[in-house]
């Protein structure tokens, strides 16, 4: 019945003329097939049938986004999305749909409407999950430098060819999965694991990741929360473990208006090296972070961060710091694009020779990506997005600075 009665004021309150598009296709058209979308909702909402309701929604969802493929601009279509995701348990993609609403000029109403949405997606998320994988080219796998010579005392000495970067092209795989169990009206106890994978032909540069975390959150008021987890974490290299890590990390996010979010996370890790035990000692990061809907086709976000690293050996002590700016915007024609760029700034410790004349090390890194899809592409709800990373190190060290460009083809969930 709430969802019904939610579903009418979302009729009285928002005007037929925000169905007006920037890209407009036949008018009839699409007030046709906006009205097959808002028909298999509401028979969606009226039937005790779920394997029959599951297709309803389905075809809604079809509907909708197909209009929003042709003109993303459309903030009631975007709404009724998002009501049919809310419907249907889409938790993830009706928030993101509401709050893109929220960025667009709609009425008080509804605003709040849409405030209790996502109130009550929030205090009812309980599973979620993330599955993904991508085909992955990169001239540079391994990161490292192709200098060949290296000069000691002015001599020089040619390095080995196997010790230059090499190209390939692999495939990776990553899957996270949590449960919140409910301790009471704004408490919930956390349990999850993150694993992933990336594979090259041979073994050398192939990597394993997998962690487990653990413990409370608080909901705090209407637009804020918080979790305190524990963390395990172990990773391999080359098909032989790496180090094990445990510690905790703090997350906290809020809203801060209707198209602003902010969020931090601090965590704290002690790692043991399986073989290179001289790299072992805590690791500290903390990273704040925002985005800003800029309007219903519009996201950016951006982040700071800051680490550092006490490892036994005294050259690999260091402290980072780096931060990231990205903007994804959705077009006509079903197209979404995005870029980002990220510069880190680390510095060492101790006396850092051969690699330099003594000094301590210091690295700038600096990274773009840029990415796209067509969101008319779809199978299942994902579609293939492409990707591109290109990065640059330059350092005073010798042998640790470098050049790469990479690119993934995806599977990605999007609406």
Same mark, same amino acid.
């Given at each position: 019945?709430?969802?019904?009665?939610?579903?009418?004021?979302?009729?009285?309150?928002?005007?037929?003329?925000?169905?007006?598009?920037?890209?407009?296709?036949?008018?009839?058209?699409?007030?046709?097939?906006?009205?097959?979308?808002?028909?298999?909702?509401?028979?969606?909402?009226?039937?005790?049938?779920?394997?029959?309701?599951?297709?309803?929604?389905?075809?809604?969802?079809?509907?909708?986004?197909?209009?929003?493929?042709?003109?993303?601009?459309?903030?009631?279509?975007?709404?009724?999305?998002?009501?049919?995701?809310?419907?249907?348990?889409?938790?993830?993609?009706?928030?993101?749909?509401?709050?893109?609403?929220?960025?667009?000029?709609?009425?008080?109403?509804?605003?709040?409407?849409?405030?209790?949405?996502?109130?009550?997606?929030?205090?009812?998320?309980?599973?979620?999950?993330?599955?993904?994988?991508?085909?992955?080219?990169?001239?540079?796998?391994?990161?490292?430098?192709?200098?060949?010579?290296?000069?000691?005392?002015?001599?020089?000495?040619?390095?080995?060819?196997?010790?230059?970067?090499?190209?390939?092209?692999?495939?990776?795989?990553?899957?996270?999965? /949590?449960?919140?169990?409910?301790?009471? %009206? &704004?408490?919930? =106890? @956390?349990? #999850?694991?993150? +694993? !992933?994978?990336?594979?090259?032909?041979?073994?050398?540069?192939?990597?394993?990741?997998?962690?487990?975390?653990?413990?409370?959150?608080?909901?705090?008021?209407?637009?804020?929360?918080?979790?305190?987890?524990?963390?395990?974490?172990?990773?391999?290299?080359?098909?032989?473990?790496?180090?094990?890590?445990?510690?905790?990390?703090?997350?906290?996010?809020?809203?801060?208006?209707?198209?602003?979010?902010?969020?931090?996370?601090?965590?704290?890790?002690?790692?043991?090296?399986?073989?290179?035990?001289?790299?072992?000692?805590?690791?500290?990061?903390?990273?704040?972070?925002?985005?800003?809907?800029?309007?219903?086709?519009?996201?950016?976000?951006?982040?700071?961060?800051?680490?550092?690293?006490?490892? /036994?050996?005294?050259?690999?002590?260091? %402290? &980072?710091?780096? =931060? @990231?700016? #990205?903007?994804? +915007? !959705?077009?006509?024609?079903?197209?979404?694009?995005?870029?980002?760029?990220?510069?880190?700034?680390?510095?060492?410790?101790?006396?850092?020779?051969?690699?330099?004349?003594?000094?301590?090390?210091?690295?700038?890194?600096?990274?773009?990506?840029?990415?796209?899809?067509?969101?008319?592409?779809?199978?299942?709800?994902?579609?293939?997005?492409?990707?591109?990373?290109?990065?640059?190190?330059?350092?005073?060290?010798?042998?640790?600075?470098?050049?790469?460009?990479?690119?993934?083809?995806?599977?990605?969930?999007?609406?």
């Amino acid at each position: 019945m709430r969802c019904f009665l939610a579903t009418l004021a979302f009729l009285l309150c928002l005007p037929a003329a925000t169905l007006a598009a920037t890209h407009e296709p036949d008018p009839v058209d699409l007030e046709a097939q906006f009205q097959r979308g808002m028909a298999a909702v509401g028979e969606a909402i009226a039937t005790p049938d779920s394997d029959r309701r599951d297709v309803l929604l389905d075809e809604a969802i079809a509907a909708f986004h197909g209009m929003l493929v042709a003109n993303p601009g459309l903030v009631r279509v975007r709404l009724e999305l998002a009501h049919a995701f809310f419907l249907k348990g889409e938790d993830s993609l009706a928030r993101q749909h509401f709050e893109d609403v929220l960025a667009g000029e709609v009425p008080d109403a509804v605003r709040a409407n849409v405030n209790r949405f996502l109130a009550e997606i929030r205090a009812r998320r309980r599973w979620s999950f993330n599955l993904g994988f991508a085909l992955a080219p990169d001239t540079n796998i391994g990161a490292t430098s192709d200098e060949r010579i290296i000069y000691i005392f002015g001599l020089p000495f040619e390095r080995d060819a196997e010790e230059l970067s090499t190209s390939g092209v692999g495939l990776s795989a990553w899957l996270s999965g /949590e449960y919140q169990y409910p301790l009471g %009206e &704004r408490r919930r =106890l @956390r349990a #999850g694991a993150d +694993v !992933s994978r990336r594979d090259y032909a041979g073994s050398r540069f192939d990597q394993t990741f997998v962690s487990v975390h653990g413990g409370p959150r608080w909901l705090v008021g209407a637009n804020a929360e918080a979790s305190m987890l524990a963390s395990v974490q172990r990773r391999w290299i080359g098909g032989g473990q790496f180090y094990d890590a445990h510690g905790a990390r703090l997350e906290a996010a809020r809203r801060v208006s209707r198209q602003v979010t902010t969020f931090t996370r601090a965590s704290y890790h002690h790692r043991s090296y399986r073989t290179e035990t001289q790299l072992n000692g805590p690791v500290a990061d903390v990273i704040l972070g925002g985005a800003w809907i800029v309007g219903p086709t519009i996201r950016a976000d951006g982040a700071l961060g800051w680490g550092r690293e006490r490892t /036994e050996l005294e050259r690999w002590r260091h %402290e &980072r710091k780096w =931060l @990231r700016l #990205g903007v994804s +915007v !959705s077009l006509p024609l079903g197209f979404t694009v995005g870029g980002s760029g990220e510069i880190r700034w680390t510095d060492y410790e101790g006396n850092w020779y051969p690699h330099t004349q003594g000094e301590p090390r210091e690295d700038r890194t600096r990274s773009l990506r840029l990415s796209v899809y067509n969101r008319a592409f779809a199978w299942r709800g994902f579609s293939p997005r492409l990707s591109l990373v290109h990065e640059v190190r330059e350092t005073n060290a010798q042998l640790y600075d470098y050049q790469r460009t990479g690119g993934e083809l995806s599977l990605v969930r999007v609406f």
